[in-house]
């Protein structure tokens, strides 16, 4: 059974990488820590709180930076590069820093890459995503664009050579969600650049169609019940859907084989895990478990039921629904808990408490049935949920046949939260 725990540059900058390790190793009773090797335009913690155990900030907002110093040269044969972050600039180092900490203490750090999003510099327009209307979405590259295929290549290849870890996991290899630095539904809506344009043609995809599609389901949602009742609107964005998945696994193929033959060529045994969303809503960010649990050897799911699966789900319906009439709301959310199979709760409820906690089970099961030979992780929620509450969701995670528990995350985590992970952890020996 896989245990990990993952950390944001902050905590180590804030909280120095002994303590961090020292907490995670004593509390938490964990020795595999996840580092994040670039980070997001995000509030830490999200999507409200403090940071309790930071002796420094209250609150971080970060950027979606790079922190790997003296990586330019990887990318020189493209356009443009990850931006880095004023210390990665600077020559620091964080996840080697907290790496060696750890080898002093007995744990091991694992770095976490950010496949497709992360905040550019250079020609990015020439590699990025863009919306149904043709607008850029500059820290998101195209999965169907040839020069995003070979940034992530050699952005994976790089970071397994430099850090020689036990394993890589590999983040955000998928469509733009709805998060970011602000909640934008128009952003989920891609891609249509000029590449892609062409492969839907080519893929016989309604092109006029589907942007009528889409543009009606933004001047309102709920259309979309009428829409997947017609046969025809239901074909196009079925196809257009397929389109986005196919894309994805695609890519991810060619990483794995390239991470292979990195593998043999080095005699290296790196193990390699993805980072998906939970099967419910990974189907409408272009992941396709069945075809990637062939393209990895494992992948961590964040099936966080408080916060709605991983994503801000309240976030969502308010955006979709407007902030004023709870009415709609409530009926922008029952289609979405229908769509998504989310059981039968109201949205009051539901920004009451969250999911249920055995959405943690059925997110676990059916991503076991799906992936094939390849492991399941399931994240546990650790943040903004009440200590009693974390045992259930590892049994839930467990009866739903995890192969390993990733939690999320240190920073967010009060020191009582990791207290209670340690104690169930220690239970479980
Ligand atoms: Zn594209």
Not at 88 to 96: K, N
Not at 133 to 149: A, K, Q, R, S, Y
Request: proline fraction near 5%.
């Amino acid at each position: 059974m896989e245990l990990t725990i993952q950390i944001h540059p902050h905590d180590v900058r804030d909280e120095g990488g002994e303590t961090v390790v020292r907490n995670i190793l004593e509390r938490a009773h964990i020795r595999t820590i996840i580092a994040e090797t670039g980070t997001l335009e995000e509030r830490h913690p999200y999507p409200r709180g403090e940071l309790e155990h930071n002796p420094v900030h209250k609150v971080v907002y970060t950027d979606a930076c790079f922190e790997i110093p003296g990586s330019a040269g990887w990318f020189s044969s493209l356009p443009f590069r990850p931006r880095l972050s004023p210390q990665a600039q600077a020559g620091e180092d964080y996840v080697q820093a907290v790496a060696e900490a750890a080898q002093r203490q007995g744990a091991e750090v694992l770095p976490w890459v950010k496949a497709l999003n992360a905040a550019f510099e250079g020609d990015i327009e020439s590699a990025c995503v863009r919306t149904f209307t043709g607008e850029p979405i500059p820290t998101w590259l195209c999965p169907n664009n040839p020069l995003t295929e070979v940034y992530v290549r050699s952005l994976i290849i790089n970071m397994m050579e430099r850090y020689r870890s036990r394993a890589v996991l590999v983040d955000r290899l998928r469509y733009p969600d709805w998060s970011g630095a602000t909640v934008s539904i128009r952003r989920m809506l891609t891609c249509f650049c000029p590449t892609c344009v062409t492969g839907m043609e080519e893929a016989g995809i309604d092109l006029s169609a589907l942007s009528k599609l889409l543009e009606e389901f933004l001047q309102d949602l709920l259309i979309l019940e009428e829409l997947l009742e017609d046969a025809a609107s239901s074909q196009v964005l079925q196809a257009w859907l397929q389109f986005r998945n196919g894309s994805i696994t695609r890519l991810a193929e060619r990483i794995w084989d390239a991470v292979r033959a990195w593998r043999t060529e080095r005699g290296a045994h790196s193990a390699y895990w993805l980072n998906l969303w939970p099967p419910s809503f990974a189907p409408l960010l272009g992941q396709d478990y069945a075809a990637l649990g062939k393209a990895c050897e494992g992948a961590k799911h964040f099936p966080y039921h408080k916060l709605g699966g991983g994503a801000d789900l309240a976030a969502f319906v308010k955006a979709l629904a407007g902030e004023d009439s709870k009415e709609r709301q409530e009926r922008v959310f029952q289609l979405l808990t229908h769509l998504l199979k989310l059981g039968t709760i109201s949205f009051q409820e539901y920004q009451e408490k969250g999911l249920p906690v055995s959405f943690v089970a059925d997110q676990t099961r059916w991503g076991k049935e799906r992936f094939g030979r390849s492991k399941i992780f399931t994240g546990i929620q650790i943040w903004d949920i009440p200590e009693e509450e974390i045992k259930d969701t590892i049994a839930q995670a467990l009866q739903g046949g995890a192969d390993g528990l990733f939690f999320y995350c240190y920073g967010w985590a009060t020191l009582k939260a990791l207290d209670s992970v340690g104690g169930v952890l220690r239970s479980m020996e």
